[in-house]
């Protein structure tokens, strides 16, 4: 049997244990086609718990778009149970595309009803099978809820699927699913309304996600942000590699400070420390909407960088070679009209190792490709994608030009640094390569970046030092130096303690 119907008492758990057992009964590949994974009852409460303060109605309507097995719905209802401020009668609306988990669900419900009558209060609920983002409810955007909680799906959308079309206002680029639930949700909230949902950090940067961000600050106050540290001790009972956030929100409510917390997980969600940060410091008031999370500890840190890429007339790309549409011109040996091609493999720190005999390591340089390789001159180079065992977020290394031909290619899992209409020295690929690999710099892209991408986008805000300093650093440090002698010769030359972290506000406020 799929499911175990619980004891009224405990609705909550045992609709994570039907949720888990349903996402058991499939494959990986299927759940992943889903972007089903369940939210854990621990997380679920620790998110209800916040979301119902201060709603105060005699009637609160809760919608979850993604209903799942029924974890928020039933964690929802016990806090508003538990509240000062007890409605006296709770609609549930709850959407789910998973047919499977359709009787799981009203179970949790009629669970929840008898619960609700127990203690003086109405229950009702509705729940519909079939696809939020393309119903009635979601297309009309008309302010129907006082509550919705969410753990939607996620994963890529093509650009012509229709919900990619319903929900227009919130795609630029490529599309992800759960950015249109977070974006179809905040037109439904009545005034006052609270909104609290789970999902990957990634929508806080990234051009992907911009018009999602702009929607969401338009119609929503954020009141807190918590932020998991581990990628993987939220979603226990889930395979999932994805560094995760909670936010909460009010719609159409006056700015006030926003509550920022952090845990490993969701065992120690009780002992996270909370500090209050003012907007300003955490959203950026571009049109692109940035949210950048500093650490707790690290609230005090020096502005003093005032350098970019573009005031050192450098400029950050992406690789121009694409594998598949490449194919033709790759080669695994030299030959008389090859030049080294450069992949994510050949990139350390501080050191480029090629070749490497695993790759198709060399590519034709023919008048149909001319276009893709670029001139055979010192750059910096650098990962796109930290694998999750690396302990910093940036990988980079000095590149000067030592490889043999006239061009070069550069594949597009990695980032390269030039000066367009000039040459790097020595010094300054050393140099800005170290500069890149420090700790400092790795805080950074995990404070305005919630996933593993180091995008050219996100690179371009990045503060730097002078042009003077990143020369020194290049002149004292020696190839393949350690990550722990690199900290130190650039605290040295920097003048270091210092953190990046608030050194983008002033550059980009």
């Known amino acids: 049997m799929l499911f175990e119907f619980p004891s009224h008492a405990d609705s909550a758990n045992h609709a994570y244990v039907n949720g888990i057992a349903a996402s058991r009964s499939i494959t990986k590949t299927e759940q992943k086609a889903l972007g089903q994974y369940m939210t854990p009852p621990a997380i679920a409460e620790f998110m209800a718990r916040r979301a119902v303060q201060g709603l105060g109605a005699a009637t609160v309507r809760i919608l979850e778009p993604a209903a799942g097995s029924g974890v928020l719905a039933a964690t929802a209802v016990d806090a508003l149970l538990g509240s000062a401020d007890t409605p006296r009668r709770i609609e549930l609306l709850l959407y789910e595309i998973d047919v499977r988990l359709i009787p799981g669900l009203r179970y949790v419900c009629d669970s929840l009803k008898v619960k609700c009558t127990a203690q003086g209060v109405d229950l ?17 955007q008309k302010p129907l809820v006082d509550l919705v909680m969410s753990n939607p799906p996620y994963f890529k959308l093509g650009k012509l699927d229709p919900r990619v079309t319903a929900h227009s206002y919130s795609v630029w680029g490529q599309p992800n699913i759960y950015g249109l639930f977070m974006a179809a949700c905040c037109g439904l909230l009545r005034t006052g309304g609270r909104y609290c949902f789970i999902t990957p950090r990634s929508w806080m940067s990234g051009p992907y996600f911009s018009a999602v961000r702009r929607h969401l600050l338009a119609h929503l106050r954020l009141d807190g942000i918590h932020v998991f540290d581990s990628r993987c001790a939220h979603f226990s009972g889930d395979e999932v590699l994805q560094e995760a956030a909670i936010i909460w929100g009010t719609a159409l409510a006056q700015e006030g400070p926003i509550a920022l917390s952090t845990s490993y997980g969701a065992d120690d969600l009780d002992t996270a420390q909370v500090q209050h940060v003012a907007p300003s410091l955490l959203v950026s008031s571009l049109s692109a909407r940035v949210i950048r999370l500093p650490s707790p500890e690290k609230s005090g840190v020096s502005s003093r960088l005032t350098n970019t890429f573009a005031s050192h007339g450098l400029k950050v790309s992406t690789g121009p070679v694409v594998a598949f549409r490449a194919a033709a011109f790759l080669r695994h040996e030299v030959a008389v009209d090859s030049v080294p091609l450069l992949w994510l493999q050949h990139v350390k720190s501080m050191a480029i190792e090629w070749p490497i005999k695993k790759k198709r390591e060399h590519i034709s340089v023919r008048v149909q490709n001319a276009w893709m390789l670029l001139k055979n001159e010192p750059m910096v180079i650098l990962r796109r994608f930290s694998p999750k065992e690396d302990a910093r977020r940036v990988t980079a290394a000095p590149y000067f030009a030592d490889l043999p031909g006239s061009f070069v290619g550069i594949e597009n899992h990695l980032n390269y640094i030039s000066r367009p209409g000039g040459a790097m020295s020595a010094k300054e690929v050393a140099g800005l390569a170290a500069f890149l690999n420090t700790q400092s710099v790795s805080e950074y892209f995990q404070a305005v970046s919630g996933h593993t991408q180091v995008n050219a986008s996100d690179l371009r805000l990045l503060p730097l030092p002078s ?20 900290d130190e010769v650039v605290a040295q030359v920097l003048g270091l303690p210092f953190s990046l972290e608030r050194a983008v506000d002033s550059l980009h406020a």
Do not use: H
């Not at 009702?124 to 009309?140: G, I």
């Not at 042009?467 to 004292?476: H, W």
């Open 467 to 486: 042009m003077t300093e990143l020369e020194e650093i290049g002149a004292i440090l020696k190839p393949r130096s350690s990550p722990e002698v690199i």
């Open 124 to 140: 009702d609920y509705v729940v519909a099978n079939e696809d939020f983002l393309l119903s009635a409810t979601a297309r009309e």
